[in-house]
């Protein structure tokens, strides 16, 4: 090994071995670090590694059921202390460090971000240990790194604004998970995995890529779930859940989606597929164990490297053959990826988002406050509009014809199982507008359809609703 500094993964497993005596620190930090290494699917590492993965689950699931933030912050910030930023101070300079030399009263920019992540990645936990009283440093420092990660991203001749399909649902587009049974595959099945999907995605379009086993405590929930769920060409003996694994793709058209699922037929390991445009069981359980690999605009691929990596670095972390391919492949680094251009599978597990709708919201009107506990308020006037020009709609989710009390208790009960995305914050103007995917069901079917929200006056009112 060259001198200089360890690599991360040397780093990880330095840390791992300090705390092990510790069984569920350790379990924090396999799941952690993996995630923000951006190394999530256990066939792309060694089997050691993995057995950590899988030794980690009863403690992982015992952990987010007593909802212990106190253990899991401290061990996400040594996470970040000691294999990410090893040299710098923990705090909310980190998010962009140009500015700890500028005077800290430079008013940050405006924001207009595709996503924030704030459920899986807890550093912005870290950094703001006493949020409740930091929504406008929430909000400047989230805008700051959002600042830096264009320019990451500009430096790689990729617009951030481009990415907004691939990062956000779609109304009208499909999302699908691609189920291989890891048994009947190489030790590298990952590997094997993406080889079989990458030459069957659409050229020209732009997705978010997650893959990862099937991480979940009870097998029999995972068989009942694709029994009612999934299409089946093969019925492997499923033993255990992360025997299955996923890769899955977002942003897909009908064609592209057919292709796919279509064309995985016969390769080694791939048994069937999981249709997850729509809420379910499966797509629940997905959210909760599912890693971003990469964010894919046309011909681009990006995803993730080491934070102490030299700026104009670009590292095919993965390792997916996406080179053989005549794919182009950039990175920008770890801290910043995963707070922006991480992909949430929306999830109904509404205790399972922890603080991210508080994060997101403080990102874009500078308050800590769960978005689906603010009241929402549909004026009247506002009705009348959407009863004119966006009745198909209304009629759609089978809201036509109720008041606007009625549609407005009918959204916020909807807000419940959403995350909110396309954040705006104009300071200027001061307004703070944002947008969530609600699903209603109809006679059978579910329309989905995108609301539109402002935050105003301590509370939500509804701009538009389509789809």
């Not at 071995?17 to 069984?23: F, G, K, Q, S, T």
């Not at 959210?287 to 700026?311: E, I, M, N, Q, R």
């Not at 910043?336 to 251009?341: A, P, V």
């Not at 399972?352 to 004026?379: C, K, M, Q, T």
Request: proline letters at 5%; aromatic letters at 10%; one cysteine or more.
């Amino acid at each position: 090994m060259s001198g200089g500094q360890p690599s991360a993964r040397i780093r990880t497993w330095s840390l791992s071995l300090a705390i092990v005596r510790h069984p569920l620190m350790l379990s924090i930090v396999a799941e952690y670090t993996c995630r923000g290494m951006g190394v999530s699917p256990a066939g792309d590492r060694p089997r050691a590694y993995q057995l950590l993965k899988v030794n980690r689950v009863e403690c992982f699931w015992a952990h987010y059921r007593r909802r212990n933030r106190a253990v899991k912050s401290y061990i996400m910030a040594l996470t970040r202390i000691y294999t990410f930023q090893p040299h710098q101070q923990l705090g909310p300079n980190i998010l962009n460090p140009e500015l700890a030399t500028e005077s800290s009263s430079v008013t940050p920019p405006d924001l207009r971000l595709h996503t924030l992540e704030a459920r899986d990645n807890i550093t912005l936990d870290v950094i703001f240990q006493d949020p409740a009283s930091s929504g406008p440093e929430i909000r400047s420092a989230v805008a700051s790194a959002l600042t830096n990660t264009r320019s990451q991203l500009a430096l790689r001749h990729i617009n951030y604004d481009e990415l907004r399909t691939a990062l956000t649902p779609q109304v009208g587009r499909k999302e699908v998970a691609l189920l291989f049974d890891s048994r009947q595959m190489r030790d590298s099945y990952g590997d094997e995995a993406a080889r079989a999907v990458l030459p069957l995605i659409d050229r020209r379009g732009n997705h978010s890529l997650l893959s990862g086993d099937l991480i979940w405590p009870d097998l029999n929930e995972v068989l009942k779930a694709l029994d009612r769920e999934a299409v089946l060409w093969d019925r492997p003996k499923i033993l255990i859940p992360h025997q299955i694994y996923v890769i899955y793709l977002t942003n897909l058209s009908e064609s592209n989606f057919f292709k796919l699922t279509s064309g995985v037929i016969g390769n080694p390991g791939a048994f069937g597929y999981v249709d997850c445009t729509y809420s379910g069981a499966t797509k629940n359980m997905l959210a909760t164990c599912l890693g971003s690999k990469y964010v894919k605009l046309a011909g681009k691929f990006v995803t993730s490297h080491v934070d102490d990596a030299l700026p104009d670095v670009n590292q095919n972390t993965p390792g997916w053959p996406l080179e053989d391919l005549g794919y182009s492949v950039y990175s920008i680094n770890g801290l910043h990826f995963d707070l922006f251009l991480r992909y949430k599978i929306e999830s109904s597990l509404s205790s399972f988002a922890f603080n991210d709708g508080h994060f997101a919201l403080a990102a874009v009107a500078g308050i800590w406050r769960d978005p689906r506990s603010v009241p929402l308020h549909l004026d009247p006037s506002k009705l009348e509009y959407l009863s004119k020009e966006k009745s198909g709609s209304l009629i759609r989710a089978d809201l036509a014809g109720l008041t606007a009390e009625q549609i407005a208790q009918s959204i916020q009960e909807k807000l419940s199982s959403s995350y909110i995305y396309n954040l705006v914050w104009n300071s200027e103007k001061d307004y703070s507008n944002f947008a969530a995917m609600i699903e209603f069901p109809n006679n059978g079917r579910v329309t989905r359809l995108r609301a539109a929200l402002k935050y105003e006056n301590e509370q939500l009112g509804l701009v538009t609703l389509f789809g």
